[in-house]
């Protein structure tokens, strides 16, 4: 079955409902050098799995992109309704000192969005000691 490339949707239902404040685990502190790990969830449906998660460092922090997997490619795809929570993992490590900014690039579908939703950068702060 073919299936397409996606933007992970961080924020699914409501608008407003705080929906994403659980889709990103991260320590709040790690050392220098030392690897890390930060589990993002997406939220998905039926036609849906876990794909591919990029990881772009900065000199202020880090970037993560999550992607899915869905097979809904087409309006005559059937999928059962049902909300999947997608996980994701990202090792990732930082080599200077201080607070780093890291964000998360994904989707946000909602009623008040178009159907395959709108882009959404959730931040986090870690401190490197």
Sequence with gaps: MEEAR???ALEFGQAGAGAAK??????ESVGVNEDFQVTIVTFGNGCDRPGDTAV???MAGAAIMVYDLTTAVDP???CTAVIKRLSHTATMRFTRPGRALVQI?????APDTPPLGTPIVLERSITVR
């Design 6 to 8: 996606i933007p992970g």
């Design 56 to 58: 772009i460092m900065t």
């Design 22 to 27: 659980d889709v990103v685990l991260m320590p």
């Design 76 to 78: 005559g795809v059937m």
């Design 105 to 109: 690039w994904g989707r946000r579908v």
